[in-house]
């Protein structure tokens, strides 16, 4: 089953904040962050691993609630470098291979 | 060095050919996958080696068949291509099997587009 990202868009300023978040039906057991710049490949950010865990990466954080089925990327006065399609995606284990499947995306605009 | 190199980077091509894509990973790494990005930006598994053996096989036409002749490599042949088919291709690699908690490594994408 697809998580499901919110919002759809957004657009900054530089040196603004954002939140993207990203839920899921089912239950999660890890939560995985991607960035693809247009016309790039996507490039990974981090992985959640337990319910409540936050990590860094840059001005980028997130945070994941296990409970609420629930993860969010924080960005933290944003530069024009984080601008791109955020994915956040939700893994299981298929027939001994990892089997990510991402939301939608968000697209992130941060203007000068 | 490129870490997962795929070629070409553009195929375009008339409807009912056959092409292939090739990809081609220097990690070391024992997986490999194919995903499918449509042109609302949604990226779909669609295949997954393990060691060249096929893992993972989602609901794809059998137009479609991935072929890895070592773990270094995973092709991706396309037969009779139909319009539907245009997209951009991505192949993956990551380190360890039988983990679900394992970053991918994604090479450059083939953008296909059928006529």
């Known amino acids: 089953q697809q998580p499901v990202q919110s919002p759809q868009a957004v657009i900054l300023r530089e040196g603004e904040d954002a939140v993207i978040n990203c839920s899921s039906s089912?239950?999660?057991?890890?939560v995985h962050w991607y960035r693809q710049k247009h016309g790039e490949a996507p490039v990974f950010l981090m992985i959640?691993?337990?319910?409540?865990e936050q990590k860094g990466h840059e001005k980028i954080s997130a945070s994941f609630n296990e409970k609420k089925q629930q993860s969010s990327l924080y960005l933290t006065a944003s530069q024009l470098s984080y601008s791109g399609t955020y994915f956040c995606?939700?893994?299981?284990?298929?027939?001994?291979?990892?089997?990510?499947?991402f939301g939608q995306g968000t697209r992130l605009t941060i203007n000068p | 060095d490129t870490a997962v190199s795929q070629t070409p980077k553009y195929l375009v091509t008339q409807m009912g050919n056959d092409k292939s894509i090739k990809c081609e990973q220097n990690?070391?790494?024992?997986?490999m996958y194919w995903y499918k990005q449509d042109s609302k930006k949604f990226l779909k598994i669609m295949f997954s080696?393990?060691?060249?053996?096929?893992?993972i096989n989602e609901t794809v036409p059998n137009r479609f068949s991935p072929k890895s002749p070592d773990k270094a490599h995973l092709n991706l042949h396309i037969n009779s291509l139909e319009l539907g088919d245009s997209a951009v291709y991505f192949c993956?690699?990551?380190?360890?099997?039988?983990?679900?908690?394992?970053?991918?490594?994604f090479g450059s994408g083939t953008q296909l587009s059928v006529l």
């Open positions: 993956a690699s990551s380190q360890v099997p039988n983990s679900d908690n394992e970053k991918l490594f």
């Open positions: 089912k239950a999660l057991y890890s």
């Open positions: 959640l691993l337990k319910g409540g």
């Open positions: 995606g939700t893994a299981r284990l298929g027939g001994g291979a990892q089997k990510l499947v």
């Open positions: 990690l070391g790494h024992d997986t």
């Open positions: 080696y393990n060691n060249k053996e096929l893992i």
